[in-house]
């Protein structure tokens, strides 16, 4: 059974840093990309960053430079530090197997002004 459970959230001020955390279990961690998603209230879900098995990364725009993906596949667990958070940040995250139907419950990530 697959399953994927994020951590990390919570309410910070614009400026400050959050670090989510993803721990999967169920697969085999190491060979599967994964990535971030968010969804802000009365938006669509959209894709934050994501992490290839061999590292390389990618990141939505109004992300780059601000957070990083990353991940210890020993731990089975995907990370996303975000830094320099701004309120239009503030959404529900989640962790996601690329190219599946597999979704974490995600967490909430709050900003305030």
């Known amino acids: 059974q697959v399953q994927l459970v994020e951590s990390g959230g919570g309410l910070v001020q614009a400026g400050g840093s959050l670090r989510l955390s993803c721990t999967a279990s169920g697969i085999i961690f190491s060979v599967n990309a994964m990535a971030w998603h968010r969804q802000a209230p009365g938006k669509q879900r959209e894709l934050v960053a994501a992490?290839?098995?061999?590292?390389?990364?990618n990141y939505a725009g109004s992300v780059k430079g601000r957070f990083t993906i990353s991940r210890d596949n020993a731990k089975n667990t995907v990370y996303l530090q975000m830094n320099s958070l701004k309120p239009e940040d503030t959404a529900a995250y989640y962790c996601t197997i690329t190219g599946t139907d597999f979704w974490g419950k995600g967490t909430l990530v709050t900003v305030s002004s």
């Open positions: 992490i290839r098995s061999g590292g390389s990364t």
